[in-house]
């Protein structure tokens, strides 16, 4: 008995003892598991936190032309103006209806300018009234005061971007800046207890499970507006449960590292929004713009309801897609705004009974200028790492000024038309490269790269180099200048027949465009009626390596093959680089690197970099005044002479016309008071195109300055130039009356000492001042150009 009783006392314990050891070994596992679990959620928190807190969102850099300045007087015309705001993204309504807008009767425009920051200056929002007449600004007031305004400056174009990789646009707003109807209405409708819970809501996560459940597919989330930033912000959007636990507490530990409005406002800025292209609409800063032209801060209760109602299904309720599924849904969150009493009876009604109120056409992430652009990032590429431009939110502020620009864009389409037209070349074949400058301050003011200038694509501005032909005379005539003892403007040169030696029996000879010689030349009309010969002649006398060196001085730095028929332009150079040298000759002699950009700034205003003018005098002033006196004579008498047909008879302009072998490249630069020019014709094959820089280029140059508010060019007169009257033919000095006087400037020391009495003068005049004066009744050249002289 004793026996049976031990054996099982012995069984019991035999079998009690795998049971303790499967207790053990689950409250072993369980304890792991709380363990990895303690674990995990510590690194979902920390996770959390440390992106939260190192979370940089990618703005684009946005690109901004010069803000737009009217003032009585200015030179414009109604239709340019509403071009030009059109293009600012004002909003051309029946009557002013809030910033960002603009109405117009007849040639008086009403505008309600909008507030903006210039980095450290900010201008504030104003309503103005202005009307134009006669191609020019009339009247100018402030619509509340009825002052009259002597300037106002609006708000510049946003003319492009330049995006991160993955494409997303937004404008980063503040929470501060953004209506409470918006924060109120999108926490109505998405997390009605934001202020009250920790990141998530168990009661709603529970009830969405059952529902899920029940449907066997997710038809109801339970996502508190933080669990939605986490979810866009750091995870997938794969329906699993591990992903909503992840999500939830990493939301948790979100709420209790950062203040609400900080949660908030990360919301605001990541949402997404919808659709353009290739390009990603996120927050509702960019949303405003995007759907309705509007600031965040100027948007109706209407439009914030739109836009609150989009966070359901971007896509599904697209209100340029699908516009009845917007109305609808629009109108659910107006409901919901009427119920929670964020909005009045009567404007929830009147709101439901109007239309969406969408822009037809988006404002479009592909910029309308993308030469202009091109250059804008060669320029900050060589100061900022590209990932840095596309991420930052750089605010990249520029010269650009949009109606040049179209002005450039019509002159170039309509005269190629009307070029290939007259020349019966194939429609469509010539293509065309312009940069225009301020000649004050080298400033790019527009920039073409092709005839369709707004297609991305080849940039022939930067890219294309041609021959530049006589572009580059003025090069040699002013190293001659700059010997004024041995060279002036009337200074006799050889125009006849040359020969030169090359290699063993090889033999140069350059020959005129009309194929004749014109024997003895004063040096201002060789230059103004671009004769080769001469100009080679001269540029063998003063040396190669001095012309070279001149043209390095101008702005061009290049290395230059030592042959003769360099002197008339067989070197390559883009549009830009030729704009260089003119530029230099306009500014008398000093030299600036051209400009395209003025400031940088970061996205909350701080300077990271200004782009002054720095400015050097590279050549004599005196010597480039009296190669502009002659270059005005390429306009006046010469080459370009077809101008005075076109522009105004006090423009002053001066030029050079540039046409290269078998007429395949068309050039004219030149410059006014207040502009530099440079514009190339041709074709891309480089076969010829049969004109002329003056049947060419010259035409699209002249219609261009013809249409802009340019400036007469009164050149300034240096110091160490003197006007002495002189007898062209011998070159001495005369007296005023005397038959065939000219005035010439002279560099101070240079001017003839010996007196010729009008006797003498009269026997020994050249030919043609003699057909050009008799006594007095038709002036020779320089004597209409005198008051230019």
Known sequence: MNLKKT???????????????????????????????????????????????????????????????????????????????????????????????????????????RDFDFGDDHIPSQKIRLSVQNGKIIMLNDLETGDPLTLIRLDP???????????QDRLWVKIEEVSPLLTQTILAVEDRDFYQHYGVKPMSIIRALMVNFREGRTVQGGSTLTQQLIKNLFLTHDQSYKRKFDEAIMALSLELSYEKEQILEAYLNEVYMGQDGNRSIHGFGMASRFYFER???????????????????????????????????RNTVLQMMLDQKLIRQDVADNSMKSSLGVIPKPPSGNSRFP????????????????????SEGLKIFTSFDPQIQFTAEKSVSFQLDAIEKRHGLPAGELEAAMVVTSTGSNEVLAFIGGRKPDVEG????????????????????????????????????DDSELRIKMRKNDYWSPRNYDRQYHGRVLLYKALAHSYNIATVRLGINVGLENVFETIRKLGVDQQFEPFPSALLGTMSMSVLEVS???QTLASGGFYSP????????????????????????????????????????????????????????NIGAAGKTGTTDDLRDSWFAGFTGKHLAVVWVGRDDNRPCALTGSSGALQVWGHLISNISTAPLNLTQPDNVRWVVVDPETGFQTKELCPGAMSIPFIEGSEPRQMNSCVQAEKHRIEPFSQDRPPRSKPSFLDQIRGLF
Request: charged share 20%.
């Open 580 to 582: 260089h040298m003119y």
């Open 371 to 390: 030469a202009f652009l091109d250059l804008v990032k060669r320029s900050l590429l060589e100061e900022y790492p590209e990932e840095e431009l596309r």
């Open 157 to 167: 174009a946003h003319i492009g971007s330049f995006y991160p990789t993955h494409n």
């Open 295 to 329: 600031s965040i801060q100027d948007l109706r209760p209407k439009e914030i309801a739109l836009l609150v109602g989009l966070l359901k299904g971007p896509s599904y309720y697209d209100p340029r897609r699908h516009p009845e599924r917007a109305i609808q849904r």
């Open 7 to 113: 054996k099982k006392k012995k069984t019991k314990k035999s079998s009690q003892k795998p049971r303790r050891w499967t207790v053990r070994l689950f409250l072993t596992l369980l304890l792991i598991l709380c363990m990895v679990m303690v674990v995990y959620v510590f690194f979902l928190s920390m996770l959390a936190k440390y992106k939260f807190a190192g979370k940089t969102w990618d703005l684009p850099a946005r690109i901004y032309a010069r803000p737009l300045e009217l003032y009585p007087g200015m030179k414009s015309d109604a239709k340019g103006i509403e071009a030009e705001l059109v293009m600012m993204q004002y909003r051309h309504v029946d009557r002013i209806d809030g910033t960002g807008s603009f109405s117009r009767s007849g040639n008086t425009f009403t505008i309600f300018s």
């Open 594 to 649: 051209v400009r395209a950009i003025q400031a940088v700034y970061t996205p909350d205003g701080t300077p990271l970099q200004r782009y002054p003018l720095t400015v050097s005098q590279n050549i004599d002033s005196g010597s480039v005044y009296l190669l502009s006196k002659a270059l005005q004579a390429v306009v006046v008498e010469g080459t370009a002479v077809s101008l005075n047909k076109i522009l105004p008879g």
């Open 458 to 493: 080849f940039n022939r501005s930067l890219d294309a180099r041609r021959s530049i032909g006589s572009l580059v005379k003025p090069a040699v005539y002013l190293t001659a200048l700059q010997s004024p003892k041995l060279y002036t403007l009337i200074t006799p040169l």
